[in-house]
């Protein structure tokens, strides 16, 4: 269409605009009213846009309307309406059209307009266009907001949409192919915008708070400004290459040289050694032609391995809806000017308009103030500039605002919507898979940006990186993202590209979670679980069918309808619908329903209904008298029903009772689903395993096919999925596919195979595998035909009939089995067992029968009517009661194992109504046999200690001798763990296994190892200037054994530092590495502060840790202590008598010398010893250890240490005396003392600080008078 084309009217408002004389526009006097003439044509154009390219043809935009608003600008009334008519002729096509036709004629009309459009473009890469609007924009935006009209709000917003609409017009191929570096027309524009000063503009609009309204605009012209441009150029340009990427490139430069020499040395190698002028004619023995005679080659034979019988063939047409998706538009290099400005410009944005901008964006689209599709600039815009800021330094500050969780829920929100419209939506399938693609490569650019966060030298960047991957980790969706993208990966919707991205995208995943999963030994992530209530439709009755029944009910039915002379009742007149008004058929399509109704109601003989159903189908169809003309006789409305009544209606399928099996869904049931959310231990093979599907190993090898063109990274992806596949789960049988190694041979008689030294050693490996499994399976090669599942894969390596998913089909039952269960049955159904299929299936002669299979059979020979008659009871659930013969039996039982090892045990396994450990536990606890739940604790018994040789301070307090007596045996008893929640009322139950007296020894000879090196670091703190935070490290193991001995239980302690000491120390590198040594646990993650004692901690793990921890005393003191203590016990044995119990007493009381010194060092630094003045004003510190012991008597042991000199003396109290008050006196004086006996070891306490130990315990002060006494028992 030109010019002489046009529109007379059109053409006449045309020259009434003006004229253009060198470089000055004269416009006409009506040249405002041409301009709003021209809106109103455009606004009636017809669907072929005709006004629109009429103006094109004209030139009009060119020679009138730019000409107009660069020279007349100061005519705002003018200006104004030349910017409205310039946004409308600038408007995309596809906005104009809709989409792109499919019609010949309206496509042709799509790409005259877009034709128009892109020489717009170039019209507007003119710097006083550009120069105009700035000022134009400037000026609106110095005012302040109460003085701005609403004209200067939509001028404004109209300039923004013009520069968007002229940006966003794409290039034309055909007249822009030029080489990178060289400046197109895009780039033109984008200086016109530098040198306008446009982009300042933008700026402001981007980060100035009164200007919050333009967000969308401003960020939709930033992200066209980028248009054709990688991050990573606009990172590098300007700078000078690093000699690693110098480096890299030299080494691609060097492997595209090699891969082309070899290429050519192996065409040099298939020629002859001579040239022959003639081609040949070779048979090629073994390849049958089209006959039964070989081929005949008429080439070369350098040419043999190229032969196909496809040669020559014309090649089949792909139809459109089979065709592979294409990549979009290709990047190219701007030229060094637009990319030096651009770099600025992304520098300054980030530094002050990043983050306030996508939070106002953001902010709109969740409110849904913007328009369809608008997220897609804000995905590209945040790929973008995340991935400039992370070669650019990767300061996380910058883009804090899209650094976020809330951010990875939006990314995958928006994948999941854009698969599901992907889906639903055919005809745009291609441009939802667009969307699509920005979405991933958003979610791609957050992974890359945590990632890098991890290698930041900063602390406080590693934690943050931290808490945002517990969180992506620990969320199901997250997770899953990619297993669902991999699987639902379809090639014709979905680029290469797309599947590229994806790939690299698992590839870092994975990595990441491997290397956070390293680090932590329970990681608990969230897991929804679906769970299905199924609600039965209630059975459609069986009608009989026969021809006798169906006279009979004829014969019953025609009675009733003749003595009732045909006559209808009005109830049922006005209940008889015939069709169904809220069903989805429509009312003309539901005859064969009510015909269906009719017949039914006949056969169930109820004539009248039938009757008024009839006549009421009559009315409302009446067309084809399909029930009977309206004048129609009442005999022949009976043989109408007659007809009905035997005619073969097509009904709709009932599905037969299917047999119910344990854990089966029938199909006669609706599944409601309800999602269930629980917390369980991630472990990162498991979720491998999870990739160990054919349907995902497909994208990766489809995208393998192209390793040529794949970068080295992309296929470094590929491979190393399949390495985790095939090496770390072991599963390398799922790559035994012929295509597969159709294209391993690809691989590895490629001419550059040194280029891809990784691929080749890969295929080699699998090749290599196979071969060596098809030397024992002579079905292996019949394997390769299929693609395998992991219950294939299993049968394939280990054996057929293995364990799988072959072994569980259904084996035939012989009428010899069907007899026996049938004999079996009929003896033991009157039994009385709980459950019969148990009893059953241990007297099965054929004992590889399971429950599912006895049950399924039993329901089809008949013996029972349903599967649910057969339900295995619910252990816990059914008992609830306990009956006066149960309570006897577990009184019984109690006193029968009241003195094992195992009380509870042993009462459960004789037990004869079978319960919960828990239920037994409150029953026992009810009836008053025990105080408490501690005392039904399984008892655990200790092995004999090592050699007495190198034996630590604490192994000699319990076996100073080497040898175990049974007292000592009573001394270690660990406490069982509380008894199991009432989940356990389900029936399931885990005996905990005991150590074997080996396992002791060996643990009791690591733990000298351990604790000996404890005491060296310990010391080396001494040196250090630590000995405070170790006695407080020592007293917190001491506390907490005793903690744990006392209650039974075991959880994580925190060791909370009080004293600034003690958090200094706490903070200093050396302490923590040595409370890694002792096993303190540090903080697990972000939401613990605190170091903690762990739970696995054993009560005597903790006492032996702690004695390891004691700090040395001067030798010359302890050796004239212990001489001078050994001297008074000595003398008291000596005068005690007792010859039997002296090397046994001995003992005793070495220990509970070496106890004491213990606490006193521990306990020096918490309060001061009790100071008392004698009459002669000496200062006397007295310690009294008491030691009981669980014999015949009991003997105390009491040490007093004065400052001067010390002694002792031996007490013996009644064996039965559980708690005591005995008054101790000497020659002169008297002073008394309470004290209780709780356990083996028990101490002396004071409250006035005599001693301090046990805080529980109320003891009341000692009176001391004299410092020397020998001392007698009195008033128990």
């Known amino acids: 269409m030109d010019l002489y084309m046009m529109n007379s009217e059109l053409l006449a408002t045309c020259s009434a605009l003006g004229y253009l004389e060198g470089e000055t526009y004269h416009k006409e006097p009506d040249c405002i009213e041409s301009v709003k003439d021209l809106i109103r044509y455009l606004r009636h154009e017809d669907d072929t846009r005709d006004i629109r390219q009429q103006l094109g043809a004209g030139q009009i935009l060119q020679n009138d309307l730019l000409p107009i608003i660069t020279q007349h600008g100061q005519d705002k009334p003018l200006f104004d309406a030349c910017i409205r008519l310039l946004v409308n002729l600038t408007q995309p096509a596809l906005l104009c059209f809709g989409k792109v036709p499919d019609d010949p004629t309206f496509r042709h009309h799509f790409l005259q307009v877009l034709s128009h459009l892109q020489a717009y473009k170039e019209a507007f890469a003119n710097e006083k266009v550009f120069t105009v609007l700035s000022e134009t924009l400037y000026n609106l935006l110095q005012l302040d907001w109460e003085q701005r009209h609403e004209e200067d709000n939509l001028l404004i917003e109209r300039i923004l949409l013009l520069i968007r609409n002229v940006l966003h017009i794409p290039a034309n191929p055909s007249q822009e192919q030029n080489v990178d570096d060289d400046a197109s027309v895009h780039d033109k524009l984008l200086w016109a915008i530098h040198m306008s000063g446009m982009d ?155 983050n306030r901008l996508m939070y106002l964006v953001k902010d709109a689209l969740i409110r849904e103030r913007a328009q369809q599709h608008d997220e897609t600039y804000y995905l590209w815009s945040l790929n973008f500039f995340m991935a400039f800021n992370r070669g650019n330094g990767c300061r ?44 991933l490569k958003a979610y791609q650019e957050l992974l890359l940006t945590v990632n890098e966060m991890d290698r930041s030298k900063d602390e406080n960047v590693r934690q943050s990186s931290n808490v945002i991957k517990s969180n992506i980790f620990y969320l199901m969706e997250y997770r899953e993202i990619f297993l669902t993208l991999l699987r639902k990966f379809n090639e014709r919707m979905q680029p290469r590209s797309f599947l590229c991205d994806l790939v690299e995208s698992t590839h870092l995943f994975l990595r990441m979670l491997e290397r956070f999963c390293k680090g932590r030994n329970n990681l608990l992530v ?59 058929i429509p009312v003309t399509e539901q005859r064969t329903e009510a015909m269906i109704r009719i017949q039914d109601a006949l056969r169930a003989r109820t004539g009248p209904e039938a009757l008024s159903l009839l006549r009421a189908a009559r009315e409302v169809w009446p067309e084809g008298d399909v029930f009977g003309s309206v004048e129609v006789e009442p005999e022949q409305e009976l043989e109408l029903l007659k007809q009905i009544l035997f005619a073969e209606l097509p009904r709709p399928s009932v599905t037969e009772p299917a047999m119910e099996e344990e854990g089966a869904e029938l199909d006669e049931e609706e599944e409601l689903e309800s999602v269930r959310v629980s917390e369980n231990e991630f472990n990162f093979l498991d979720f491998i395993k999870r990739f160990a599907n054919p349907n995902i190993i497909h994208p990766f090898l489809l995208l393998l096919r192209s390793y040529a063109t794949n970068t080295a990274h992309t296929n470094h992806c590929i491979v190393r999925m399949l390495y985790r596949l095939a090496v770390d789960l072991k599963m390398e049988a799922l790559l035994f596919q ?55 894969v299993r049968e394939m390596t280990e054996g057929y009939g293995k364990d799988g998913d072959g072994a569980k089909k259904k084996a035939p039952w012989t009428p010899v089995e069907e007899e026996e269960l049938r004999q ?79 009380v509870l045990g042993n009462i459960l396994k004789c037990l004869t109504a079978k319960r919960s450990r828990a239920r037994v536990v409150d029953k026992i606890l009810s009836m008053g046999l025990v105080s408490e739940r501690k005392d039904l604790y399984k008892k655990r018994r200790s092995a004999p200690p090592g050699k007495s040789s190198g034996m630590t301070e604490e192994e000699f307090f319990f076996n100073p001798s080497g040898a175990l007596s049974e007292d000592a045996m009573h001394r270690d008893e ?69 903690d744990r001995e006392e209650d039974g239980v075991s959880y994580p302690i925190a060791l909370v530092p009080l004293t600034e000491d003690n958090e ?75 010859a039997p119990d002296t090397q046994e007493m001995r003992d005793h009381a070495l220990r509970a010398l070496l106890l004491a010194r213990q606490r006193k060092r521990s306990d020096n630094t918490k309060s001061k010893p009790l100071l008392q003045e004698t009459e002669n004003g000496e200062t ?54 309470h004290w209780y006996i709780c356990r083996p070891i028990i101490y002396l306490h004071t409250i006035g600080g005599f001693y301090n130990g046990l805080p529980s315990i109320n003891i009341q002060p000692c009176t001391i008078f004299v410092p020397s006494f020998s001392s007698t028992v009195a008033g128990f």
């Open 200 to 354: 300042d503009l933008l700026k402001f609009l981007a980060s100035a708070q009164s200007e919050q309204h333009w967000s969308i605009h401003v960020l939709e012209v930033i992200s066209l400004m980028f248009r054709n441009q990688t991050p990573e150029q606009l990172v590098s340009v300007g700078q000078a290459r690093s000699m690693q990427e110098k480096q890299k490139d030299s080494a691609e430069l060097e492997s595209l040289r090699q891969k082309e020499l070899l290429e050519k040395r192996s065409r040099i190698l298939q020629r002859g050694a001579r040239h022959s002028r003639f081609r040949g004619s070779y048979v090629v023995q073994g390849l049958k032609s089209i006959g039964e005679n070989d081929v005949i080659f008429h080439q070369g034979l350098h040419n043999l391995k190229n032969y196909s019988h496809d040669a020559g063939k014309a090649v089949r047409r792909v139809p459109k809806r089979k065709q592979l998706a294409r990549d979009g538009e290709s990047q190219r290099r701007s030229v060094l000017n637009v990319r030096l400005f651009l770099r600025e410009f992304c520098i300054d944005f980030l530094d002050n308009c990043y």
């Open 396 to 439: 996380p500050e910058l883009v804090s605002e899209t650094l976020s969780i809330r951010t990875f829920h939006f990314i995958e929100k928006n994948i999941t919507n854009y698969y599901e419209m992907m889906l639903t939506d055919r005809k745009e399938a291609t441009s939802w898979s667009r969307r699509m693609h920005l979405a």
């Open 526 to 584: 969230q897991k929804k679980k679906v769970k299905r209530r199924k609600q039965k439709k209630k059975p459609v009755p069986q009608l009989e069918n026969t021809c006798e029944a169906l006279e009979e009910t004829w014969q019953v039915v025609s009675e009733e309808l003749r003595s009732s002379g045909f006559q209808i009742s009005e109830a049922l007149r006005e209940g008889a619908v015939p069709f169904d008004a809220i069903s989805e």
């Open 738 to 792: 012929l295509s597969v190694f159709y294209l391993f041979n690809k691989i590895l008689s490629d001419p550059a195979t040194a280029a891809y030294k990784e691929l080749v050693t890969f295929a080699k490996y699998i090749l290599n595998r196979f071969f060596s499994l098809a030397a024992q399976n002579n079905k292996a090669f019949v394997e390769l035909l299929f693609w395998k599942n992991v219950g294939a």
């Open 824 to 902: 079996l049955y009929e003896e033991h159904k009157n039994s009385g067992v709980p459950d019969i299929v148990e009893t059953l299936l241990l007297l099965l002669s054929n004992t590889s029968r399971t429950r599912r299979q006895v049950v399924a059979q039993m329901v089809s020979m008949g013996l029972v009517d349903s599967v649910k008659d057969l339900k295995k009871e619910r252990k816990g659930t059914c008992i609830v009661l306990w009956t006066e013969e149960q309570e006897q039996e577990l009184h019984m039982l109690f006193e029968e194992y009241k003195d094992s090892d195992d």
């Open 974 to 1042: 660990e406490e069982e763990d509380v008894e199991k929640d009432e989940a356990d009322c389900k029936g399931q139950r885990e005996e905990e296994r005991q150590p074997t007296q080996v396992d002791m020894g060996r643990r009791q000879e690591s733990m000298q190892g351990k604790n000996a090196n404890l005491g060296a670091i310990a010391q080396s703190m001494q040196r250090e200037g630590m000995s405070g935070p170790v006695l407080w490290l020592q007293n917190c193991l001491n506390r907490a054994a005793a």
């Open 1064 to 1138: 200094n120390a706490m903070e200093n590198k050396s302490f923590q590495r040595f409370l890694r040594k002792v096993g303190i646990r540090a903080p697990a993650d972000e939401q613990e502060r605190f170091w903690r004692i762990p739970a696995a901690m054993s009560v005597y793990q903790l006492r032996a840790t702690a004695a390891s921890l004691t700090l040395p005393e001067d030798s010359v003191v302890r050796e004239r202590r212990e001489r001078d203590v050994g001297e008074a016990l000595n003398s008291e044995l000596e005068q005690e008598g007792d």
């Open 1180 to 1233: 006397q510190r007295w310690v009294l250890i008491i030691t009981c012991f669980f014999m015949k008597s009991r003997r105390i042991f009491l040490e007093n240490d004065f400052s001067k000199g010390g002694g002792g003396c031996i007490i013996n109290i009644h064996p039965q005396a559980p708690s005591l008050a005995a008054t101790v006196t000497d020659s002169l004086n008297t002073w008394s003392v």
